[in-house]
Nanobody
Framework: QVQLVESGGGLVQAGGSLRLSCAAF????????MGWYRQAPGKQRELVAA???????NYADFVKGRFAISRDNAKNTVYLQMNSLKPEDTAVYYC?????????WGQGTQVTVSS
């Protein structure tokens, strides 16, 4: 059974940082592209960052230069380092795999950025 379990969300002031983690269980983590999505209240879910098995990254324009996605294959974990956070980054963040059409989603972790 595949499980993606996110952690690391919370409340932070604008300009602050958070690091999200997504641990994958029962999944061939290292050979598939994985990504982070987010969904704000009243908005559609959107792709934030993606990471291929070969280490190639792709970011949405609204996080370029501020967020970084990475993975630790030994720990079956993918990370999202979020810096210079803005109130508009407030959302539930989900990890998902495989990209581009995920079959598996985590339960989500809330990120709230106060102004």
């Amino acid at each position: 059974q595949v499980q993606l379990v996110e952690s690391g969300g919370g409340l932070v002031q604008a300009g602050g940082s958070l690091r999200l983690s997504c641990a994958a269980f029962g999944y061939f983590f290292s050979i598939n592209a994985m990504g982070w999505y987010r969904q704000a209240p009243g908005k559609q879910r959107e792709l934030v960052a993606a990471l291929t098995s070969g280490g190639r990254t792709n970011y949405a324009d609204f996080v370029k230069g501020r967020f970084a996605i990475s993975r630790d294959n030994a720990k079956n974990t993918v990370y999202l380092q979020m810096n210079s956070l803005k109130p508009e980054d407030t959302a539930v963040y989900y990890c998902a795999a495989p990209l581009p059409r995920p079959d598996y989603w985590g339960q989500g972790t809330q990120v709230t950025v106060s102004s």
